[in-house]
């Protein structure tokens, strides 16, 4: 029985790593809880050297002789710390790392989170349009894993009860029974 027990507490400490924040804590002590991203864009130079939080989807990613450039679309983050799926977002931001960062791996499309300091602000364009981009110069960034979905484990396929005749109102009746 003691056995049992210690199986079962296993099983809820290595459950419960799967929950952990991609963030390292260290990092996550000194953030600015009340800042938000619309307070970053409205005044960005009342907030530089403040630590913040952010992430979103990467738009682009250049590689400069002083290290590199991650244009983000801004995404809320969830609990688990990483950018939220939709269509919402206050905005861009660049991430500034001062080391090389493999464009490839860094890609477009991808979800990232990271954690740094707010540098201040360069001005760009998004299409034609110029546009002034805060930029958070990163101690720490996660990407976020790209998962594959399995089309078998969505409705009505992942019921374990399921059978294909459920969803036929006649289905002993029907004419073609035991062949359809």
């Known amino acids: 029985m003691k056995r049992f027990y210690q199986t079962i507490i296993l099983f809820f400490f290595v459950g419960t790593l799967g929950c952990a924040h991609p963030i390292s804590p260290e990092l996550r002590k000194n953030l600015d809880s009340n800042l938000t991203f619309e307070q970053i864009i409205e005044n960005p130079e009342k907030f530089i050297g403040k630590k913040i939080i952010l992430g979103g989807t990467i738009v682009e990613t250049r590689v400069l002789s002083v290290g590199t450039e991650i244009e983000v679309v801004q995404k809320k983050i969830d ?27 860094y890609s477009r499309g991808r979800g990232i ?42 409705p009505p396929y992942w019921d374990p009860w399921f059978t294909p005749n459920q969803y036929r109102p006649y289905w002993p009746y029907s004419p073609y029974w035991p062949y359809y």
């Open 113 to 154: 989170t990271g954690v740094g300091k707010i540098k201040g602000t360069t001005t760009g364009k998004v299409g034609e349009r110029p546009y002034k981009f805060p930029v958070i110069e990163v101690e720490e960034l996660v990407l976020r894993e790209d998962f594959e979905r399995n089309p078998y484990f969505y």
């Open 79 to 105: 609990s688990s710390g990483y950018p939220e799926d939709g269509d919402q977002s206050e905005g861009r931001f660049i991430f500034f790392k001062k080391s090389f960062l493999e464009p490839e791996i």
